[in-house]
């Protein structure tokens, strides 16, 4: 999981999904070493890479991307609540 995670910490700056962080020459050494050990399932995939996906193997498709167009399109985000609640309400 960790490296699925310094990956995104690496890519994710390049998509405007965060702001871009230093990673030490020993952490990238050490990422690359456990990729080449077969540590590799949480990793997002070339193809995902090349298409400015997230990775994700769950079909959430680009949740960043989603909430951007709805704001833009006038909406807050949240139109949708999940695990079938109520949403947000105004008190």
Do not use: K
Not at 6 to 32: C, H, K, N, S, W
Not at 34 to 54: C, K, P, S, V
Not at 74 to 89: I, K, L, N, W
Request: hydrophobic content about 35%; glycine content about 16%.
């Amino acid at each position: 999981m960790l490296v699925g995670d310094l990956q995104r910490v690496i890519e994710y700056p390049a998509r405007g999904f965060a702001i871009a962080q230093d990673v030490p020459a020993d952490v990238t050494d050490a990422y690359q070493r456990l990729i080449a050990a077969g540590y590799d399932t949480r990793l997002m995939r070339e193809r995902t890479l090349r298409a400015g996906g997230t990775g994700s193997r769950h079909g959430a498709g680009d949740p960043v991307g989603r909430i951007r167009r709805q704001l833009a399109a006038g909406g807050h985000g949240r139109e949708r609540a999940p695990f079938g609640g109520t949403g947000c309400r105004e008190t």
